[in-house]
């Protein structure tokens, strides 16, 4: 059986990011969501855990990545239409924008491509739209409203 996402959160993270990141995944059980860690060839030795409802992929979550020392833990969402002209507070729309996952040119997306967010357009943006380093109590407001977007979408999509 393999380690709750929870037991990595408290092992690895501190202080305010441990806080944030429980609470985060308090609110992704809430909404029934399932936790999959990735054990392929590429993740095996990384904490990283597919977030899905049903067979659809809502986000992606990365503890302490060997790879990328300088980042406790990372969110990243997946690649949706919902982002485009979602409507949010400006507060949340804020935040959001400054989580726009550019491009690192690291092989994955090939470049990015323009997409609008919130009503603002965007250039090179990678295939998961936002990437949420190190989130912090002040990032949860615009996590739980991505997450109940993405929710919403799909439901209306019938996907769930």
């Known amino acids: 059986m393999s380690t709750q996402i929870e037991t990595h959160i408290v092992k690895n993270l501190s202080d305010e990011e441990k806080q944030a990141a429980l609470s985060f995944i308090k609110y992704l059980k809430k909404c029934r969501l399932s936790f999959h860690r990735d054990t392929g060839a590429y993740w095996k030795d990384k904490i990283y855990f597919w977030i899905m409802q ?14 990328d020392p300088q980042h406790s833990w990372t969110i990243w969402s997946d690649d949706s239409t919902a982002y485009e002209n979602a409507h949010f507070s ?5 935040i959001g924008w400054t989580h726009v996952n550019h491009c690192s040119h690291c092989g994955s997306c090939n470049g990015g491509k323009e997409k609008i967010i919130f009503g603002k357009a965007f250039r090179q943006v990678c295939g998961c739209t936002f990437r949420i380093d190190n989130a912090s109590l002040r990032d949860l407001p615009f996590l739980k409203a991505m997450i109940d977007l993405r929710i919403s979408d799909d439901a209306q999509k019938g996907k769930m």
Do not use: G
């Open 90 to 94: 400006e507060e949340i729309k804020q």
């Open 54 to 67: 049903n067979e659809t992929c809502i986000c992606f979550i990365a503890i302490k990545a060997p790879d």
